[in-house]
């Protein structure tokens, strides 16, 4: 037998099978979530394109958004939802995850005492339902028969107490709020797992220096941990602008009082499915989710391409 010869046995026994069962095993989970996300997806970016005209479903092009952004009525509404969205976004940007992020600094120091039962009090918000958690905060808020002004009473704020969800001014900050106290939860938990993923080498050096205390958390940890600030913050772009629920439970589909809680969210419940005596419009709804969709595409790729490749020097 030829050296050749055995060579080409030699590679065709070290050659890897073909592992055709990984196909078998992720078919069940791409057909559904094909049918789940990837199909409806695409009909809606194609009903955005069509419209109803003589009963017939017929290609307008981009007529659909020259409505939405040209007519007074379309346009006011949509850019009223926008603006209301970033308002939404802004507050849960500067208030939930600062928060977050501090909370989690204290809940990491070793010597705390109650660690755990403070981690899963601050985190057991995030897993009720927005039913319930809207429910709970309009009794809570409310005038009449709500506990807010008995305790700002006791503490001689009483002065201040006002009905913020039913005042056009402090509405949308109030839902804002309520929704920050359900979610911080959630920055909390990432960011703490990434301050516990911090290499005990890293700390042990920092204090050889004389780097202790929060002047560790500012010049160490931080600089450490900005990836999953990051992700923390791109997770809350994405939720913001998907938002419905809470809003909707709290304020109902007219996202009152005279639409100063409305979102994109709920304008788009209103076109799509209607609401008491307006019929609801596909086309436009589809318009609609179809520019919420562009616009987190466009908020997730900034931070992918853009701010991503930035701090990830600092993953080890």
Not at 44 to 69: E, H, K, P
Not at 94 to 121: D, E
Not at 254 to 265: C, E, F, M, Q, Y
Request: hydrophobic share 55%; with cysteine.
């Amino acid at each position: 037998m030829s050296s050749a010869t055995m060579s080409e046995d030699s590679i065709q026994t070290l050659a890897r099978p073909k592992r055709w069962h990984i196909l078998v095993f992720l078919l069940p989970a791409f057909i559904i979530y094909s049918a789940v996300m990837i199909l409806p997806l695409v009909e809606t970016l194609r009903l955005s394109l069509f419209n109803t005209v003589d009963g017939q479903s017929t290609f307008v092009g981009l007529a659909n958004f020259q409505v939405l952004f040209g007519e007074e009525r379309w346009a006011a509404d949509f850019w009223r939802a926008l603006k209301n969205n970033f308002i939404f976004f802004a507050i849960h940007m500067l208030v939930q995850n600062p928060v977050g992020i501090a909370l989690a600094a204290m809940l990491s120091i070793p010597k705390l005492r109650l660690a755990t039962f403070y981690r899963t009090a601050i985190f057991l918000p995030t897993l009720l339902s927005f039913v319930i958690v809207g429910f709970i905060w309009k009794l809570i808020l409310s005038p009449i028969w709500g506990i807010t002004p008995f305790f700002m009473d006791l503490v001689g704020l009483k002065s201040f107490f006002a009905p913020w969800l039913g005042k056009p001014g402090s509405a949308l900050i109030a839902v804002s709020l309520i929704s920050v106290w359900q979610n911080i939860g959630i920055p909390m938990m990432l960011i703490y797992a990434a301050l516990l993923n911090i290499p005990d080498e890293v700390i042990e050096a920092a204090e050889c220096d004389g780097v202790t205390g929060w002047s560790q958390f500012w010049k160490i940890k931080l600089p450490l941990v900005l990836p999953a600030i990051g992700m923390v913050s791109i997770l809350t772009f994405v939720g913001n602008f998907n938002a419905f629920d809470l809003i909707y439970t709290v304020q109902g589909a007219l996202a009152g009082p005279d639409g100063s809680t409305d979102i994109l969210g709920t304008l788009l419940y209103r076109t799509f499915f209607g609401f008491q005596l307006q019929l609801g419009d596909r086309s436009m709804g589809a318009t609609i989710a179809t520019v919420m969709f562009l616009i987190i595409l466009a908020g997730v790729s900034l931070y992918l391409f853009g701010i991503q490749r930035r701090v990830r020097r600092y993953q080890f």
